[in-house]
């Protein structure tokens, strides 16, 4: 009876554990800077339609010539799809302008605010606040 008991308990705290994983899966959007926006314009070099976080990858022109290379994370593509959004909607080599809140640590990305598609759309995050414009400097 007690290798019966101490089985089920084992299989119980295995089914639990199982079943939380999602929930540590998930990150945190700590790691954006959402009290700042930047837009950046460039190329797109794929469109990744994918769970749990879709992505853009873009290729902005570097100050000293080259290109950077940005990650822009976004929503699901199950909320994307509800919002509007399709897989085909942008392609490799569209030139897009995003708005994006950057990364805390200075890399190359950011979460997704907006964006304005080759043909003049723009498309915002339904579900995310828009900082107000910054004041003119005197």
């Given at each position: 009876?007690?290798?019966l008991?101490?089985a089920?308990?084992?299989?119980?705290a295995?089914?639990?554990?199982?079943?939380?994983?999602?929930?540590?899966?998930?990150h945190?959007?700590?790691?954006?800077d959402?009290?700042?926006?930047?837009t950046?314009?460039?190329?797109v070099?794929?469109?990744?339609?994918?769970?749990?976080?879709?992505?853009?990858?873009i290729d902005?022109?570097?100050?000293?010539?080259?290109?950077?290379h940005?990650?822009?994370?976004?929503?699901?593509?199950?909320?994307?799809?509800r919002?509007?959004?399709?897989s085909?909607?942008?392609?490799p080599?569209?030139?897009?302008?995003v708005?994006?809140n950057?990364?805390?640590?200075?890399?190359?990305?950011?979460?997704?605010?907006?964006?304005?598609?080759?043909d003049?759309?723009?498309i915002?995050?339904?579900?995310?606040?828009?900082?107000p414009p910054?004041e003119?400097?005197?």
């Amino acid at each position: 009876m007690r290798t019966l008991r101490a089985a089920l308990a084992g299989l119980s705290a295995v089914l639990t554990l199982w079943a939380t994983l999602p929930a540590f899966a998930h990150h945190s959007f700590a790691m954006f800077d959402r009290d700042k926006e930047v837009t950046i314009t460039g190329t797109v070099s794929e469109f990744q339609w994918t769970n749990p976080h879709a992505f853009i990858e873009i290729d902005v022109p570097a100050a000293g010539g080259g290109t950077e290379h940005w990650s822009i994370e976004m929503n699901s593509p199950n909320n994307l799809q509800r919002q509007g959004w399709r897989s085909t909607l942008l392609k490799p080599g569209d030139k897009i302008s995003v708005t994006l809140n950057p990364l805390r640590d200075g890399k190359k990305g950011g979460l997704f605010v907006s964006v304005v598609l080759p043909d003049g759309r723009v498309i915002k995050d339904p579900t995310r606040r828009q900082l107000p414009p910054p004041e003119p400097k005197a």
